[in-house]
């Protein structure tokens, strides 16, 4: 019983390990979405969120707000997203869904 266990524990660090690996290859990708093909980098934001919710290995924050979290598409200011700044807060509107992102001033 004792062997069970311990081959799940080394086969989830494996799972978890290349996870890691895949949402730092997708971060990758979503940070040059400027360059990059629209609908690879939508295709990354959606593959970046569902490995986040599968293996618990988020993405960093900078790359999480790059991602809409109501429609899974990417949010490049001026092609897919708006961005506005006033009063010291800065409004990040998606231009296919709608939703409003409010950050303050400790983004």
Same mark, same amino acid.
């Given at each position: 019983?004792?062997?069970?266990?311990? &081959?799940?524990?080394? @086969?989830?660090?494996? /799972?978890?390990?290349?996870?890691?690996?895949?949402?730092? +290859? %997708? =971060?990758? *990708?979503?940070?040059?979405?400027?360059?990059?093909?629209?609908?690879?980098?939508?295709?990354?934001?959606?593959?970046?969120?569902?490995?986040?919710? &599968?293996?618990?290995? @988020?993405?960093?924050? /900078?790359?999480?707000?790059?991602?809409?979290?109501?429609? +899974? %598409? =990417?949010? *490049?200011?001026?092609?897919?997203?708006?961005?506005?700044?006033?009063?010291?807060?800065?409004?990040?509107?998606?231009?296919?869904?709608?939703?409003?992102?409010?950050?303050?001033?400790?983004?």
């Amino acid at each position: 019983m004792g062997r069970r266990r311990q &081959r799940t524990s080394r @086969r989830q660090l494996g /799972r978890r390990e290349g996870a890691e690996k895949a949402v730092e +290859h %997708l =971060s990758a *990708i979503l940070g040059a979405g400027v360059i990059s093909n629209q609908e690879t980098v939508d295709s990354a934001a959606r593959q970046l969120m569902g490995i986040g919710r &599968r293996h618990g290995v @988020r993405a960093k924050p /900078r790359v999480a707000r790059k991602i809409c979290r109501s429609c +899974h %598409l =990417s949010l *490049i200011p001026g092609k897919s997203s708006r961005v506005r700044i006033s009063s010291g807060v800065i409004t990040n509107t998606c231009l296919r869904c709608g939703r409003i992102q409010r950050l303050g001033l400790d983004f």
